[in-house]
Protein backbone atom coordinates (compact mmCIF):
# COMPACT_ATOMS: atom_id res chain seq x y z
CA UNK A 1 0.00 0.00 0.00
CA UNK A 2 0.91 3.56 -0.46
CA UNK A 3 2.91 5.13 2.57
CA UNK A 4 1.49 8.74 3.90
CA UNK A 5 2.59 11.30 1.64
CA UNK A 6 4.15 14.71 2.53
CA UNK A 7 4.95 18.04 0.77
CA UNK A 8 6.92 19.93 0.39
CA UNK A 9 10.05 17.76 1.75
CA UNK A 10 12.23 21.06 3.10
CA UNK A 11 10.97 24.77 3.34
CA UNK A 12 13.11 27.97 4.26
CA UNK A 13 11.04 30.69 5.14
CA UNK A 14 11.92 34.26 6.56
CA UNK A 15 9.94 34.78 10.13
CA UNK A 16 6.41 36.42 10.19
CA UNK A 17 5.84 34.63 6.83
CA UNK A 18 3.06 32.01 6.62
CA UNK A 19 3.94 28.56 5.07
CA UNK A 20 1.33 25.34 4.78
CA UNK A 21 2.16 21.70 4.78
CA UNK A 22 -0.08 19.39 2.90
CA UNK A 23 -0.67 15.06 3.73
CA UNK A 24 -2.24 13.27 2.29
CA UNK A 25 -3.00 9.53 4.24
CA UNK A 26 -2.85 5.85 3.51
CA UNK A 27 -6.02 5.48 1.77
CA UNK A 28 -8.82 4.10 4.51
CA UNK A 29 -7.27 5.52 7.73
CA UNK A 30 -9.82 7.69 9.66
CA UNK A 31 -7.38 8.99 12.08
CA UNK A 32 -4.91 11.49 11.03
CA UNK A 33 -1.94 13.26 13.06
CA UNK A 34 -0.03 15.92 12.87
CA UNK A 35 3.82 15.90 14.96
CA UNK A 36 6.33 18.42 15.33
CA UNK A 37 9.79 17.35 16.14
CA UNK A 38 12.49 19.56 16.89
CA UNK A 39 15.45 18.55 16.84
CA UNK A 40 17.31 16.46 18.97
CA UNK A 41 13.77 15.17 20.55
CA UNK A 42 10.87 13.16 19.75
CA UNK A 43 7.09 13.61 17.68
CA UNK A 44 5.14 16.15 19.89
CA UNK A 45 1.92 15.67 18.90
CA UNK A 46 0.28 19.22 17.46
CA UNK A 47 -3.27 18.09 16.44
CA UNK A 48 -5.62 14.99 16.05
CA UNK A 49 -8.17 14.32 13.20
CA UNK A 50 -10.94 11.29 13.36
CA UNK A 51 -12.16 11.67 9.75
CA UNK A 52 -12.81 15.44 8.83
CA UNK A 53 -13.00 15.93 12.96
CA UNK A 54 -10.74 17.94 15.52
CA UNK A 55 -10.31 15.39 18.00
CA UNK A 56 -7.74 16.49 19.74
CA UNK A 57 -5.43 20.13 19.54
CA UNK A 58 -4.62 20.66 23.05
CA UNK A 59 -0.96 21.22 22.34
CA UNK A 60 -1.68 23.12 18.64
CA UNK A 61 -0.37 26.62 19.30
CA UNK A 62 -3.50 28.20 17.85
CA UNK A 63 -2.43 31.65 17.65
CA UNK A 64 -0.72 30.89 14.59
CA UNK A 65 -1.29 27.33 13.63
CA UNK A 66 -4.24 25.88 12.09
CA UNK A 67 -4.71 22.32 10.38
CA UNK A 68 -8.10 21.40 8.32
CA UNK A 69 -9.16 17.78 6.84
CA UNK A 70 -12.10 19.02 4.98
CA UNK A 71 -13.19 15.86 3.34
CA UNK A 72 -11.87 13.61 5.98
CA UNK A 73 -8.65 12.77 3.79
CA UNK A 74 -6.14 14.88 2.82
CA UNK A 75 -4.97 17.45 5.67
CA UNK A 76 -3.12 21.00 5.56
CA UNK A 77 -1.20 22.84 8.14
CA UNK A 78 -0.14 26.30 8.22
CA UNK A 79 1.68 28.45 10.01
CA UNK A 80 0.83 32.26 10.36
CA UNK A 81 3.37 33.69 11.03
CA UNK A 82 6.04 32.20 11.29
CA UNK A 83 8.64 31.97 14.09
CA UNK A 84 12.54 31.32 14.11
CA UNK A 85 11.89 28.75 17.03
CA UNK A 86 8.80 27.10 14.45
CA UNK A 87 11.94 25.73 12.68
CA UNK A 88 11.24 21.94 13.07
CA UNK A 89 10.26 18.48 11.18
CA UNK A 90 6.62 18.58 10.84
CA UNK A 91 5.22 14.76 10.17
CA UNK A 92 1.65 13.48 9.46
CA UNK A 93 0.65 9.98 10.70
CA UNK A 94 -2.19 7.87 9.99
CA UNK A 95 -4.04 5.21 11.73
CA UNK A 96 -6.42 3.11 10.65
CA UNK A 97 -7.83 3.07 14.10
CA UNK A 98 -11.37 4.08 14.99
CA UNK A 99 -12.25 6.23 18.77
CA UNK A 100 -12.83 2.79 21.27
CA UNK A 101 -10.62 0.58 18.93
CA UNK A 102 -7.48 -1.09 19.62
CA UNK A 103 -4.39 0.85 18.86
CA UNK A 104 -2.20 -0.69 16.27
CA UNK A 105 0.45 2.42 16.04
CA UNK A 106 0.97 5.33 13.19
CA UNK A 107 2.02 5.31 9.92
CA UNK A 108 4.46 8.61 9.73
CA UNK A 109 5.11 10.16 6.15
CA UNK A 110 9.06 11.63 5.62
CA UNK A 111 8.15 14.90 7.11
CA UNK A 112 8.31 18.55 6.26
CA UNK A 113 11.72 20.12 7.37
CA UNK A 114 10.69 23.47 8.14
CA UNK A 115 13.69 26.41 8.53
CA UNK A 116 12.34 29.72 9.65
CA UNK A 117 15.28 32.46 9.19
CA UNK B 1 2.82 16.95 28.05
CA UNK B 2 3.70 13.42 29.55
CA UNK B 3 7.27 12.94 29.39
CA UNK B 4 9.02 9.43 28.42
CA UNK B 5 12.43 9.11 29.49
CA UNK B 6 14.47 7.36 27.29
CA UNK B 7 18.32 5.88 28.14
CA UNK B 8 21.22 5.57 27.28
CA UNK B 9 20.74 9.21 25.05
CA UNK B 10 23.07 7.35 22.49
CA UNK B 11 25.08 4.55 21.93
CA UNK B 12 28.30 3.19 20.39
CA UNK B 13 28.74 -0.37 19.75
CA UNK B 14 30.62 -2.84 17.58
CA UNK B 15 28.93 -4.27 14.81
CA UNK B 16 27.41 -8.04 16.42
CA UNK B 17 27.45 -6.33 19.49
CA UNK B 18 23.93 -6.70 21.31
CA UNK B 19 22.19 -3.66 22.57
CA UNK B 20 19.42 -2.52 25.58
CA UNK B 21 17.69 0.46 25.83
CA UNK B 22 14.76 1.31 28.22
CA UNK B 23 11.67 3.43 28.31
CA UNK B 24 10.64 4.80 31.76
CA UNK B 25 7.18 7.01 32.68
CA UNK B 26 5.90 8.28 35.76
CA UNK B 27 2.46 7.19 34.74
CA UNK B 28 0.97 4.17 33.77
CA UNK B 29 0.63 3.45 30.03
CA UNK B 30 -1.66 0.68 28.40
CA UNK B 31 0.06 0.53 25.15
CA UNK B 32 3.46 0.71 24.15
CA UNK B 33 5.09 1.16 20.86
CA UNK B 34 9.09 1.29 19.71
CA UNK B 35 9.85 3.38 16.56
CA UNK B 36 12.90 3.34 14.63
CA UNK B 37 13.71 6.88 12.87
CA UNK B 38 16.54 7.43 9.74
CA UNK B 39 17.89 10.75 8.75
CA UNK B 40 15.25 12.34 6.79
CA UNK B 41 12.72 9.97 7.30
CA UNK B 42 9.76 9.53 9.39
CA UNK B 43 9.50 6.98 12.35
CA UNK B 44 9.19 3.20 10.98
CA UNK B 45 6.81 1.11 13.70
CA UNK B 46 9.30 -2.02 14.85
CA UNK B 47 7.63 -3.69 17.76
CA UNK B 48 4.09 -2.99 19.48
CA UNK B 49 3.15 -3.86 22.81
CA UNK B 50 -0.52 -4.22 24.55
CA UNK B 51 -0.23 -6.22 28.07
CA UNK B 52 2.01 -5.85 31.36
CA UNK B 53 4.58 -8.29 30.89
CA UNK B 54 4.45 -9.20 27.10
CA UNK B 55 7.32 -10.32 25.27
CA UNK B 56 7.20 -9.42 21.44
CA UNK B 57 9.89 -10.39 19.08
CA UNK B 58 10.60 -8.94 15.53
CA UNK B 59 13.98 -10.43 13.76
CA UNK B 60 16.90 -9.62 16.21
CA UNK B 61 14.24 -7.22 17.76
CA UNK B 62 12.81 -7.95 21.47
CA UNK B 63 10.89 -5.53 23.42
CA UNK B 64 8.87 -6.14 26.91
CA UNK B 65 5.80 -4.18 28.06
CA UNK B 66 7.11 -3.84 31.74
CA UNK B 67 5.31 -5.35 34.65
CA UNK B 68 4.87 -1.49 36.04
CA UNK B 69 3.60 -0.58 33.32
CA UNK B 70 5.75 2.36 33.53
CA UNK B 71 8.28 0.92 31.26
CA UNK B 72 9.31 -0.96 28.41
CA UNK B 73 12.48 -2.38 27.02
CA UNK B 74 14.03 -2.71 23.88
CA UNK B 75 16.98 -5.25 22.79
CA UNK B 76 18.81 -5.43 19.42
CA UNK B 77 20.75 -8.96 18.84
CA UNK B 78 23.81 -9.36 16.97
CA UNK B 79 23.50 -5.93 15.45
CA UNK B 80 24.30 -4.94 11.97
CA UNK B 81 25.14 -1.50 10.36
CA UNK B 82 21.90 -0.73 9.40
CA UNK B 83 20.72 -0.70 12.69
CA UNK B 84 21.99 2.70 12.73
CA UNK B 85 19.11 5.26 13.76
CA UNK B 86 17.31 6.75 16.63
CA UNK B 87 15.13 4.77 18.02
CA UNK B 88 11.92 6.12 20.15
CA UNK B 89 9.38 4.81 22.69
CA UNK B 90 6.16 6.11 22.79
CA UNK B 91 3.33 5.06 25.32
CA UNK B 92 0.10 5.70 24.90
CA UNK B 93 -2.79 5.50 28.27
CA UNK B 94 -6.29 6.34 27.42
CA UNK B 95 -7.68 7.59 23.80
CA UNK B 96 -5.78 7.48 20.88
CA UNK B 97 -2.55 9.86 21.44
CA UNK B 98 0.95 8.58 21.55
CA UNK B 99 3.45 10.25 23.66
CA UNK B 100 7.33 10.04 22.79
CA UNK B 101 10.62 9.53 24.66
CA UNK B 102 13.30 11.44 23.90
CA UNK B 103 15.27 8.72 21.70
CA UNK B 104 17.87 6.95 22.33
CA UNK B 105 20.58 7.69 19.42
CA UNK B 106 22.69 3.80 18.30
CA UNK B 107 25.92 4.06 15.95
CA UNK B 108 27.22 0.60 14.74
CA UNK B 109 30.58 0.63 14.05
CA UNK B 110 31.35 -1.95 11.70
Known amino acids: EAGVAQSPRYKIIEKRQSVAFWCNPI?????LYWYQQILGQGPKLLIQ????????DSQLPKDRFSAERLKGVDSTLKIQPAKLEDSAVYLCASSLVARGAPNYGYTFGSGTRLTVV | GQQLNQSPQSMFIQEGEDVSMNCTSS?????WLWYKQDPGEGPVLLIALYKAGELTSNGRLTAQFGITRKDSFLNISASIPSDVGIYFCAGRRTGNQFYFGTGTSLTVIP
Open chain 1, 27 to 31: SGHAT
Open chain 1, 49 to 56: FQNNGVVD
Open chain 2, 27 to 31: SIFNT
